[in-house]
């Protein structure tokens, strides 16, 4: 069974450009969340997208924004890049939503992607 | 105010050696969940083992286990006979169920180094 895919693994941006990132989730869950780390936020949750629609979003400005196809494939856009939006983007997905409790809706991430803004 | 509290930034063990990795947390919901992944230096976050807030028994996945001491809002990783595969950073997380707050916070991590 596939994991997470995210796409691509690397990427360099200028300030000022936009950038889009790609999560293709477990074949059957139906949650993706976006998380983002820097050395010194550490883990920040972005959102999360369940059945094409947003149902939390983390303290990012407006410049991040996602979308959920209807197979649960997920991107994440962020525009005006700034030098602090350069970071690991990690995706996650889970059978159901995030704030599912139980044993059965463990949540499994993706290899990231590595976003350098120069 | 910290959710999740990991208070070892970096650890040294020898190889074939027990270790546990300390995680506190803070919620007043009922109904939580813990995590915890382990992440190599290439950037990957690999689960390892779960633990619900309700689960009457403490987790355990082959060489993972979880010391779940609800009372004490601890839920500690212990890794039996480590490995130098074993040398990443570890991170506990928490599922927070609220409904209209639903997200996974994670701690600030723990560096595990394994000597030969």
């Known amino acids: 069974k596939a994991g997470v895919t995210q796409t691509p693994r690397y990427l360099i941006k200028t300030r000022g450009q936009q950038v889009t990132l790609s999560c293709s989730p477990i074949?059957?869950?139906?949650?993706v969340s976006w998380y983002q780390q820097t050395p010194g936020q550490g883990l920040q949750f972005l959102f999360e997208?369940?059945?094409?629609?947003?149902?939390n979003k983390g303290n990012f400005p407006g410049r991040f924004s996602g979308r959920q196809f209807s197979n649960s494939r997920s991107e994440m856009n962020v525009s005006t890049l700034e030098l602090g939006d350069s970071a690991l983007y990690l995706c996650?997905?889970?059978?159901?939503?995030?704030?599912?409790?139980?044993?059965?809706?463990?949540?499994?991430f993706g290899e990231g992607s590595w976003l350098t803004v120069v | 105010a910290q959710k999740i509290t990991q208070t070892q930034p970096g650890m040294f063990v020898q190889e074939k050696e027990a270790v546990t990795l300390d995680c506190t947390y803070d919620?007043?919901?009922?109904?939580?969940?813990l995590f915890w992944y382990k992440q190599p230096s290439s950037g990957e976050m690999i689960f390892l083992i779960y633990?619900?807030?309700?689960?009457?028994q403490n987790a355990t996945e082959g060489r993972y286990s979880l010391n779940f001491q609800k009372a004490r809002k601890s839920a500690n990783l212990v890794i039996s006979a480590s490995q130098l595969g074993d040398s990443a950073m570890y991170f506990c997380?928490?599922?927070?169920?609220?409904?209209?707050?639903?997200?996974?916070?994670f701690g600030t991590g723990t560096r595990l180094t394994i000597i030969p």
């Open positions: 996650a997905s889970s059978l159901g939503p995030l704030g599912t409790g139980d044993s059965g809706n463990t949540i499994y």
């Open positions: 074949s059957g869950h139906r949650s």
């Open positions: 997208y369940f059945s094409e629609t947003q149902r």
């Open positions: 919620t007043s919901d009922p109904s939580y969940g």
């Open positions: 633990q619900g807030s309700y689960d009457q």
């Open positions: 997380a928490m599922r927070e169920v609220n409904f209209g707050n639903e997200k996974l916070t």
